[in-house]
C-alpha cells in the first residue's frame, strides 16, 4: 500500500479513492485523510463525511 508524500503514513484505499477524488483522478502519490484536510483547510471529519457521502452514491473509488 501507500504512503503519505508528506507525514509518510501508510494509506487506506479510501484515502486514496479521495485523493484521486477531489485532487488528481490519475495521481500516484497521495496525501492521508488529515494532511488533505490541512491542504484544504477542512476537518477530517469532513472529509470522512465525504467518503461516506460518495460511496452511498455508488461511486466507483470507495466500494462497499
Known amino acids: 500500500m501507500a504512503n ?3 507525514c509518510k503514513k501508510e494509506l487506506t484505499a479510501d484515502e486514496i479513492g479521495l485523493f484521486r477524488k477531489t485532487v488528481d ?3 500516484d ?3 492521508c485523510i ?3 484536510a490541512e491542504h484544504f483547510d477542512t ?3 469532513s472529509l470522512y463525511e465525504m467518503i461516506k457521502r460518495l ?3 455508488g461511486c466507483m473509488l470507495f466500494p462497499k
Open 4 to 6: 503519505c508524500y508528506k
Open 25 to 27: 483522478r490519475m495521481a
Open 29 to 31: 502519490k497521495f496525501l
Open 34 to 36: 488529515d494532511c488533505l
Open 43 to 45: 476537518t477530517s471529519e
Open 55 to 57: 460511496r452511498s452514491t
